[in-house]
Nanobody
Framework: QVQLVESGGGLVQAGGSLKLSCAAS????????MGWYRQAPGKQRDLVAR???????TYASSVKGRFTISRDNAKNTVYLQINSLEPEDTAVYYC??????????WGQGTQVTVSS
């Protein structure tokens, strides 16, 4: 089992920045990839960014150039740097981990609110 704990959300003005963190614990050696999803009110949960254990990132087209995902394997932590925030980025951001058998684990979510 893998446990995920997110931190770093909050209220920020449009154009500002935030850095989200997600610390994994438990069977961390089984983690193949980690990522961030977000869910706005009334909408589905969508992938924002994902990074493999080897450090290869992928991004949703809507966030390319503004979001940067990174990970520290020694700390079992993944980060999401969010720049040039827009009101449309307002959502609950969820950390996700995927093990080698493609089982998914989720954090409790952290709220990001962007005011215009």
């Amino acid at each position: 089992q893998v446990q995920l704990v997110e931190s770093g959300g909050g209220l920020v003005q449009a154009g500002g920045s935030l850095k989200l963190s997600c610390a994994a614990s438990g069977s961390t050696a089984s983690i193949a990839a980690m990522g961030w999803y977000r869910q706005a009110p009334g909408k589905q949960r969508d992938l924002v960014a994902r990074i493999t254990r080897g450090g290869i990132p992928t991004y949703a087209s809507s966030v390319k150039g503004r979001f940067t995902i990174s990970r520290d394997n020694a700390k079992n932590t993944v980060y999401l740097q969010i720049n040039s925030l827009e009101p449309e980025d307002t959502a609950v951001y969820y950390c996700n981990a995927e093990d080698w058998s493609f089982k998914a684990y989720w954090g409790q979510g952290t709220q990001v609110t962007v005011s215009s």
